[in-house]
């Protein structure tokens, strides 16, 4: 959930506030870095607990089939539309890569975990990875104003609402106030 929270709160950040426009047109060599290298973070940590519930799915149990199934289905949804051709090649990415990236982001030693922004900024052999160039060069065409993914980005942003209001309908985890939903145009 974490993952999809911080992800959608990204997309909302450059579609809604400027933050490309903020951190890199307008930033310095180390805030340019970040929001370059954050952002392709953020799919990638997304990217790897998906592939975590992919592996774990069938042993998953939200003590009902009904939401269990959905939950898939919202899922499915947010993997198609990072790899349908219907938006563009910006920020494209196939079935195949996007279970590699998150197959790359996850530690299994002693359960689970994705590894953290600091172990990826260190391991070099991820920015080598032809994967992760393709998205690092997405997003930086985006920051620069040379690539245009809004639509995408758009209903992204709005499908990983709809991941977190199934996960957390109450809002327990993340209050409602942080799941703005944009409106695609």
């Given at each position: 959930m974490q993952a999809a929270a911080d992800l959608q709160s990204r997309l909302y950040n450059i579609l809604a506030r400027g933050f490309f426009e903020a951190f890199y047109v307008h930033g310095d060599e180390r805030e340019r870095a970040y929001a370059v290298n954050n952002t392709v973070y953020l799919f990638a940590q997304y990217f790897a607990w998906v592939e975590a519930v992919r592996e774990e799915i069938q042993f998953i149990d939200l003590k009902d089939n009904v939401k269990t199934r959905d939950l898939s289905r919202k899922l499915g949804g947010i993997y198609s539309l990072m790899q349908t051709n219907d938006y563009g090649k910006t920020l494209r990415v196939f079935a195949g890569e996007q279970r590699a990236m998150g197959e790359r982001m996850l530690l299994v030693a002693d359960g689970r975990r994705c590894i953290g922004y600091g172990e990826f900024l260190n391991k070099s052999s991820l920015s080598d990875d032809p994967l992760f160039q393709h998205l690092i060069a997405d997003v930086t065409s985006l920051a620069e104003g040379k690539a245009e993914a809004r639509q995408r980005m758009l209903k992204l942003?709005?499908?990983?609402?709809?991941?977190?209001?199934e996960m957390d309908p109450d809002c327990i985890r993340f209050p409602a106030a942080e799941r703005s939903r944009l409106l695609a145009d």
């Open positions: 942003q709005s499908a990983l609402i709809g991941l977190l209001n």
